[in-house]
């Protein structure tokens, strides 16, 4: 079953800044990207870094690619993608994110009980 979370209105988030948001126990970063119109969710958790931070990064593009900087070791993840440009092997966890009536939404995955 899939299910729509509200997290914020739409002015709620600043342009080109992260928020951080609790999605069903998962730390979730949420960007407002004015270059490239979109919003965008991935994972909080820099996995290189060992830390919840991803939120605070810098947003920006590398090759038309809208990526975000982690704030501590500076390794840019792929705002769609998820995946590490410095360290491939590393990848984050990204969620669909939509704009609906003002809200801003993320999909989680709600497990059904058998």
């Known amino acids: 079953m899939e ?7 739409t002015t709620d988030l600043v342009p080109n800044a992260g928020v ?5 126990d ?9 270059r490239t119109g979109e919003l965008y969710a991935v994972s909080n958790y820099d996995p290189i870094s060992d830390a919840n ?5 810098i947003i920006g593009s590398l090759d038309g690619q809208p990526y975000v900087a982690s704030p501590l070791y500076k390794q840019h993840f ?12 590393h990848q ?7 704009e609906h009536n003002g809200a801003v939404q993320v999909l989680a995955a709600v497990s059904q009980a058998a």
């Open 78 to 89: 792929h705002l769609e993608t998820g995946v590490c440009l410095e360290e491939p092997h």
């Open 53 to 57: 931070v991803l939120s605070r990064g």
């Open 20 to 24: 951080c948001a609790l999605v069903v």
């Open 26 to 34: 998962e730390q979730v970063a949420v960007f407002n990207c004015t």
């Open 3 to 9: 299910n729509w979370i509200t997290i914020c209105q």
């Open 92 to 98: 984050i966890k990204t969620y669909p994110i939509r």
